[in-house]
């Protein structure tokens, strides 16, 4: 199983880390697994390239565990309204993703929301 915790900001999503295979399928050609990972790589790209933001990430493959965080989504760290609903709409959007795939790979996936400031992770 694939646990997501998204972080969140007085209510505003900025990140989340994933950690393990989703077990839907044997590793390396599990179908799950790979949209969950394109769905992550275009988060980060799309945030690094179209909203010219820094984006913090790490990669642990022994442990299977990708943390991702992105300041530009918070008012504190970013003062453009529209960049920062930009990046904030994309960890938004991507857990609402995931919310409606639990319909169907609930075996598979389990998504939590955690409220907590960036200086925390």
């Known amino acids: 199983m694939t646990k997501i915790v998204f ?20 590793e390396g050609t599990d179908i799950l697994c790979s949209a969950l990972s394109a769905m992550t790589m275009f988060l980060i790209n799309t945030i690094e390239v179209a909203y010219a933001s820094r984006v913090d990430y790490d990669i642990e493959d022994n442990t299977t565990t990708i943390r991702v ?30 919310t409606d795939m639990l319909e169907e790979y609930g075996d598979y996936l389990d998504v939590k929301v955690v409220n907590r400031s960036y200086e925390e992770d």
Do not use: C, N
């Not at 209510?11 to 989703?22: K, L, R, S, V």
């Open 7 to 26: 972080y969140r900001s007085d209510g505003i999503f900025y990140g989340f880390e994933e950690q393990g295979h989703t077990g839907y399928g044997e």
């Open 69 to 98: 965080r992105a300041r530009a989504a918070l008012p504190e760290y970013e003062a453009d309204d529209a960049k920062r609903y930009a990046v904030s709409g994309l960890f938004l959007g991507y857990y609402q993703q995931l």
